[in-house]
């Protein structure tokens, strides 16, 4: 499904989640819950950014919640997919995250649109092939060996 989808799926799932948006490691926003959600992407990588510098070891950061008096901001990476909300005071955490986590899993990365298939011609006069004809000329199988040991 198309990031939009998602998102209006997580905020009619989740009723913790006030705005929501999806971007790319690039920072190029798939959908958001709200008008300026480039602004809304642009703070959110900032946010992991900054995460980033202060924690140790070398995996790279996944998720990541900022509490503050007025709500929460949450946001959670995965591959080059980023998701991140807003939330009222004192959500329950756990569960925005899996929340967050299955909307992001049910986005499908954008592909090139395919080419359209395209138009089988019709077949020349007097050379369709009946299915008694298609019978005789379907492959045999093989037929089968005795073992040498059999009577």
Do not use: C, N, W
């Not at 929501?20 to 926003?29: E, I, L, Q, R, S």
């Not at 967050?100 to 395919?114: M, Q, Y």
């Amino acid at each position: 499904m198309d990031a939009q989808h998602a998102l209006a799926d997580l905020t009619e799932i989740s009723s913790q989640i006030r705005a929501a948006v999806v971007f790319d490691d690039k920072g190029k926003v798939a959908g958001s819950t709200m008008p300026d959600g480039e602004a809304f992407a642009r703070l959110a990588a900032d946010l992991l950014a900054a995460a980033e510098e202060l924690k140790p070891g070398q995996s790279p950061l996944t998720q990541l919640e900022v509490a503050t008096a007025d709500g929460s901001v949450f946001v959670v990476r995965q591959d080059k997919a980023t998701i991140a909300a807003t939330t009222g005071v004192d959500p329950t955490v756990g569960l925005v995250f899996y929340d967050l986590k299955s909307a992001l899993r049910g986005v499908k990365p954008s592909k090139p649109s395919p080419k359209p298939p395209g138009r089988k011609r019709p077949p020349a006069p007097g050379s369709k092939k009946t299915s008694a004809a298609k019978k005789a000329t379907a492959k045999k199988p093989a037929p089968r060996r005795k073992k040498p040991d059999a009577p």
